[in-house]
């Protein structure tokens, strides 16, 4: 259940780079204790510069933040001890086993003897380590490595934990893996849990909350079921070839605005997208508009509204997510 009080709350915070880029433009946002928030938006949105400062590893510019009840500027190193967290990069020591690894963290957590030891063997069995533990580190797969890195970020037992697209560059099996984990962590364990991402799927599956970040603002927030409610329906893109005349998307774009039935349309990159309350109802009307006119779109498809309309229709652009699964070759490596 999430909790009534806030145990991440962020008021009009501003990052501004020393080049002058101001990555965080003045936002505000709360997370609940026990709540599993998103912060979604594409690369260079903010997501990482936003949850570097609130882990105490970059100094923001102006705002007040607390986390975890202590005050971002007067309470450091109680925040540290408070949280754990997991960056978009592996942080693992490849010269060290997998137990020495979860082990050393726990050190640093100033954990000893068999409370430390009992931990990182129940933590190794729940990333599903625990038969390889004894393995350099450096001989693990990329998937290895992340669930790895998780159990280390969870060897103090954290109250709050802040992942950073811990799931990118995973392939679907693993990542699936990284997903039941975190969520069974927060509905059994109570674990409250930011995750930053530019993964529809995974905040929309995730996260009973999320704010859409873009250019250092936010420009939506609400749960996943709401802001895809905003959209007001569904959505039929229509697409061309990238050497089509602009001209030609243009008129494809008002005959669409025309059609009875359309609530909206913008463009978004080779395409055309229109909004519609229902578009089964609606797209034959849109083709014979189309071919009325010459037009002959190299693709037409229709769809329920996703979390990447949701920033579309805000921003007229898609968020730009990863494929769902990359080949990675690594020489002996070790894939279990």
């Not at 609130?54 to 949280?83: M, N, Q």
């Not at 992942?163 to 990284?178: F, N």
């Not at 002959?296 to 730009?320: E, M, N, Q, Y």
Request: net charge negative.
């Amino acid at each position: 259940m999430t909790g009534s009080q806030d145990i991440v709350a962020v008021e009009n915070l501003v990052v501004v780079y020393s080049d002058g880029t101001k990555a965080v433009d003045d936002i505000s946002f709360h997370v609940k204790e026990g709540e599993f928030f998103g912060f979604l938006g594409p690369n260079g949105a903010g997501k990482s510069t936003t949850i570097k400062a609130l882990t105490t590893l970059l100094h923001k510019t102006s705002g007040r933040v607390s986390v975890a009840g202590y005050d971002l500027d007067a309470s450091p190193g109680e925040i540290r001890k408070a949280i754990g967290a997991m960056s978009q990069e592996t942080t693992v020591d490849v010269d060290l086993t997998g137990r020495e690894n979860v082990r050393l963290q726990g050190r640093l957590e100033q954990m000893h003897g068999a409370a430390l030891r009992d931990r990182v063997e129940e933590l190794l069995k729940v990333v599903q380590l625990d038969d390889v533990a004894g393995k350099e580190a450096g001989r693990y797969s990329g998937g290895m490595k992340k669930r790895l890195d998780l159990a280390s970020a969870l060897v103090h037992k954290p109250k709050l934990l802040f992942l950073d697209e811990p799931t990118t560059g995973l392939d679907v099996q693993s990542r699936t893996a990284i997903w039941d984990y975190l969520e069974k962590l927060n509905k059994e364990e109570g674990v409250t849990i930011f995750l930053t991402t530019q993964n529809m799927e995974e905040a929309d599956r995730l996260c009973r909350r999320v704010s859409i970040i873009d250019n250092g603002k936010i420009i939506a927030e609400g749960s996943p079921s709401e802001l895809k409610e905003s959209i007001g329906g569904d959505t039929i893109t229509v697409s061309f070839k990238e050497d089509t005349d602009p001209l030609v998307k243009s008129r494809a774009k008002a005959i669409l605005g025309a059609v009875p039935g359309v609530t909206g349309v913008i463009d978004s990159d080779h395409s055309v997208v229109a909004y519609t309350k229902s578009a089964s109802q609606v797209v034959i009307d849109v083709v014979t508009a189309l071919g009325r006119d010459n037009i002959r779109p190299s693709s037409l498809a229709i769809s329920s509204p996703t979390l990447d309309d949701v920033f579309l229709r805000k921003t007229g652009r898609r968020i730009r997510s990863e494929p769902l699964t990359r080949k990675v070759t690594e020489p002996s490596v070790i894939t279990s």
